[in-house]
């Protein structure tokens, strides 16, 4: 613990606890001058949630931490939309961002143990963490790309070296991490073409039939709530396997026809227009909606971080468990 008179921007951990390498002193966080604030945090993220989660639980190691660890499959839609505000916060709480990083990181201390083939895994091996956090860097350009209009080469660089910045914030090993744009290319194909694995976790995400409802939709009849499930199933899964890189589409056993690229690119286009059309603000996530207002001098720059509501906190008997984000709201 710290004194009241501790500077906020102290209050972080110097380095992982369990990984070498991490920063000496907190680093300099993107603000909204960045290419990263401007495509992260929005609404329309949602649709590559399953590609996100899918994409993680492919490597071997990280899919068995969740097997093993993980309450993710009893409460999905009230862990994922309770997750993006930490996860948002390493980008967009300004100098309170390492702070935020290490609490996701810290998350994961001691989320470790063996896998059904005998392999040892930790969910803070400096690689494993890193592939996590390429997934969240991946998707920011694949929704810049396929729902925003396209991104040009520089851009493409700049937000390479952006999300080098959004690492540091986690204090972790920076040993895992590439270089240049072109090594980043590198290492993502080598992870498609010969790490990941179609483990247990990452099908189970794709598998939205048993998905329990969120708190708030309780009152949706049980035959209704199935009904949407399979809508829900076909779209996602679509859109999922149309944003796969194709040496994961062959291991997860999916094929991809030229007339479902062409369908898929015109669901990104409609989606794309429909964020020129509707209201900035409307499609932003709280977090990131809040780090504008604190930016611009529309809340005060030291107003509490916007936590999740309590409608997507964890079962209470999970709610004092270090493992899981569970403000108190």
């Not at 949407?228 to 779209?235: D, E, I, R, T």
């Not at 604190?294 to 030291?302: Q, T, V, Y």
Request: glycine letters at 8%; one cysteine or more; proline letters at 9%.
């Amino acid at each position: 613990m710290t004194s009241d008179s501790t500077p906020e921007s102290e209050v972080v951990a110097a380095g992982c606890p369990v990984s070498h390498g991490g920063y000496d002193a907190p680093p300099q966080p993107l603000g909204p001058d960045s290419l990263t604030w401007k495509y992260f945090g929005q609404w329309t993220g949602l649709f590559q949630g399953p590609w996100a989660g899918s994409m993680q639980n492919m490597h071997p190691q990280l899919g068995a931490a969740v097997k093993d660890h993980s309450i993710f499959f009893l409460e999905r839609m009230p862990r994922l939309l309770r997750s993006i505000y930490p996860i948002g916060g390493v980008v967009f709480d300004g100098d309170r961002a390492p702070r935020t990083g290490a609490q996701v990181r810290d998350y994961h201390i001691g989320l470790n143990g063996v896998d059904d083939q005998g392999r040892r895994y930790s969910a803070l091996n400096p690689d494993v963490f890193y592939w996590a956090h390429a997934t969240f860097f991946k998707s920011t350009l694949l929704a810049a790309e396929r729902f925003h209009g396209g991104l040009t080469d520089d851009q493409r660089r700049q937000l390479f070296e952006e999300h080098v910045t959004w690492y540091r914030m986690y204090g972790m090993s920076m040993r895992p991490v590439p270089k240049t744009w072109e090594e980043f290319q590198e290492y993502w194909d080598h992870m498609c073409r010969n790490v990941l694995e179609n483990t247990w976790a990452a099908r189970e995400v794709l598998d939205l039939s048993t998905m329990p409802k969120h708190p708030s939709l309780e009152w949706v009849p049980d035959w209704l709530w199935k009904q949407n499930l399979k809508v829900m199933q076909g779209f996602l899964v679509f859109m999922t396997v149309g944003l796969y890189d194709p040496p994961v589409r062959e291991l997860m056993g999916f094929t991809w026809s030229p007339r479902q690229e062409f369908v898929h690119r015109r669901i990104g286009n409609m989606l794309h227009l429909a964020t020129k059309l509707l209201p900035d603000r409307w499609l932003m996530h709280p977090r990131k909606r809040s780090a504008l207002d604190r930016e611009f001098g529309r809340r005060p720059a030291d107003s509490p971080l916007v936590e999740t509501p309590a409608r997507n906190l964890p079962p209470v008997e999970y709610r004092d468990n270090p493992h899981y984000y569970s403000p108190k709201v």
